[in-house]
């Protein structure tokens, strides 16, 4: 098994660092603050349910703030929307930089045709960054 993947990493064609390591400093850069506001959001709504909790349990001493649960639903709204918003960007950045890497091999190899499928890859999934 480990002879047969090998034979299948010698396949791949070797393309050089310089044409992806600064796009993968850069994706990294952004997927690791995209991590950061993934973690805060659902940290809020971790704490946002901890006071709905205080809140239902209704023993007379809810805090003014917690009156009123209009603000309350409309924030976990909000951080609900930019949790799902990080797990797609992660998602999309992930894909497009592994579309990206296959063009580059494709292309390494001489083999346009697979490099134009994978080029079709990469621009459909700008498109999409775009809102297109």
């Not at 600064?22 to 997927?31: M, S």
């Not at 001493?61 to 797609?88: D, I, W, Y």
Request: hydrophobic content about 45%.
């Amino acid at each position: 098994m480990l002879n047969q993947n090998n034979n299948h990493m010698s396949t791949l064609n070797q393309i050089d660092d310089s044409q992806y390591k600064a796009d993968f400093d850069i994706a990294k850069g952004y997927i690791d603050f995209s991590s950061e506001l993934l973690r805060l959001s659902l940290l809020a709504m971790g704490g946002f349910g901890t006071l709905a909790l205080v809140r239902f349990q209704g023993d007379g001493n809810t805090p003014h703030f917690l009156q009123n649960p209009k603000m309350f639903l409309v924030s976990m709204a909000f951080f609900a929307l930019c949790a799902g918003a990080t797990l797609s960007h992660r998602y999309f950045a992930s894909d497009f930089m592994a579309w990206y890497i296959a063009w580059l091999r494709a292309d390494a190899a001489g083999n346009m045709e697979k490099a134009e499928k994978e080029k079709a890859g990469v621009e459909r999934c700008l498109e999409l960054a775009n809102g297109r």
